[in-house]
T-cell receptor, first 113, second 114 residues
């Protein structure tokens, strides 16, 4: 069966510090991968998605970047965090080419102070 | 481009009462529609989806939704809610046959009181 792991679960970082959130998927190959941010009362905002290794599409200009160094690994990064980067970050995957549901990780609560 | 509007940010209801969470969408092409549920401090999980066929879709935990193309709606309903249904509910839409990048609504917080 397929599983998705996302870590850490919570993170408190000072403004200006770097960020690295990691997401890995097991039990499938060539998944589509997604990073969402959920801010209070604002729903889910798609940040990045990837259809293959090294292929990253950005939905909104921002202080964050994403990378996919391996087929089932998706990393969200920042060189210098801003206060506005605080939020709940969710990684998700789905089978490529299939109009099916997204499978979500358990999320990372990021607080930038 | 597609968009989703969840008309209610919060819906309070008493246990065993019926509930309807509203969702309207906008799209110039055919769509797929989804409802997800998020329990506190967790990721989202799929409740139900409409891809094609019958416009009444049944999902997990006793929820159902009806696709109404003329009103561009996909409202979620449950005839009798439980305390455990307290959660955030998200409606999502994606382009049928497209690259599947779903757009989510802002969410509706369902609060079930005893």
């Amino acid at each position: 069966s397929q599983t998705i792991h996302q870590w850490p679960a919570t993170l408190v970082q000072p403004v200006g510090s770097p960020l690295s959130l990691e997401c890995t998927v097991e039990g499938t190959s060539n998944p589509n991968l997604y990073w969402y941010r959920q801010a209070a009362g604002r729903g889910l905002q798609l940040l990045f998605y990837s259809v293959g290794i090294g292929q990253i599409s950005s939905e909104v200009p921002q202080n964050l970047s994403a990378s996919r160094p391996q087929d089932r690994q998706f990393i969200l990064s920042s060189k210098k965090l801003l206060l506005s980067d605080s939020g709940f970050y969710l990684c998700a995957w789905k089978r490529a080419g299939a109009d099916e549901k997204l499978f979500f990780g358990s999320g990372t609560q990021l607080s930038v102070l | 481009a597609q968009s989703v509007t969840q008309l209610d940010s919060q819906v309070p209801v008493f246990e065993e009462a019926p509930v309807e969470l509203r969702c309207n969408y906008s799209s110039s092409v055919s769509v797929y529609l989804f409802w997800y549920v998020q329990y506190p401090n967790q990721g989202l999980q799929l409740l139900l989806k409409y891809l094609s066929g019958s416009t009444l879709v049944k999902g997990i935990n006793g929820f159902e939704a009806e696709f109404n193309k003329s009103q561009t709606s996909f409202h979620l309903r449950k005839p009798s809610v439980h305390i455990s249904d307290t959660a955030e509910y998200f409606c999502a839409v994606s382009q049928a046959g497209g690259s599947y990048i779903p757009t989510f609504g802002r969410g509706t917080s369902l609060i079930v009181h005893p």
